[in-house]
DNA sequence: AGGAAGATCTACT
DNA sequence: GTAGATCTTCCTA
């Protein structure tokens, strides 16, 4: 693998909106024995508090959503349907939120994914939420670990490349805000929905 | 101990 | 576009 360069937890120590944008295009990578798992974030969703009715958080913290209002820059993990969800912690001083990691470019351990979920087509592999955290083997073990080090289980890493910047309504939200909370990258094939 | 809800996915029509 | 399956967690009793 190329060089790592990691970002300090100050780059999710802003609303979660800012870090939603900010994590398009970068590397997520998880370590799996010797390999590595992973690839190119496109697809995004940011989650507030308890102003934000979709949110985990909305209704109070309670022991399975704590980690949501503790250091940016970890990794918080719950459950839907029989899947794991992966976000990011990403607020202020004394907020709360986090980034749903919605989609992913897989670029490392393509074939150790394939047999984590079988699919035919690569663009199946990792484009949704549920879809990426069984490729990449991410249950709720995982909750609270930070993306800010490279020596992680899991980690995020800096990518240069340009792209422009989409976004909609976040999915299959019954209750939304009325702004545009999911962000993805124009044009990308790995992006769960075409839904603009 | 049981019921309900949910930021999903798949397989159909 | 929609129905149904499925799991974890919370709420009430």
Known sequence: MMTVEVFPLRFYEESPEIVAKNLLGKFLFKR???AFLGGL???????????????????GIKNYNITMQEEPGRV?????????MLNIVAHGPNRIGAVLIR??????????????????????????????????????????VPVTSSESQIFVANNNVKFEIGSSRRIGVKK???????FFIKGNE?????RE
């Open 32 to 34: 799996e024995d010797d």
């Open 41 to 59: 974030i496109v697809e995004t969703e940011a989650y507030y508090g308890f102003e934000d009715p979709a949110s985990r958080a909305f209704g």
């Open 76 to 84: 918080f993990i719950y459950n839907v349907h029989k899947y794991w």
């Open 103 to 144: 989609a992913l470019q897989p670029t490392e351990g393509i074939e150790i994914m394939k047999r984590n979920r079988p699919v035919r087509e690569i663009t199946d592999l990792t484009t949704g939420p549920g879809k990426l955290t069984l490729a990449l083997g991410i249950d709720k073990h995982l909750n609270g």
């Open 176 to 182: 939304d805000l009325n702004q545009n909370l999911r």
């Open 190 to 194: 790995f992006v769960s929905t075409k």
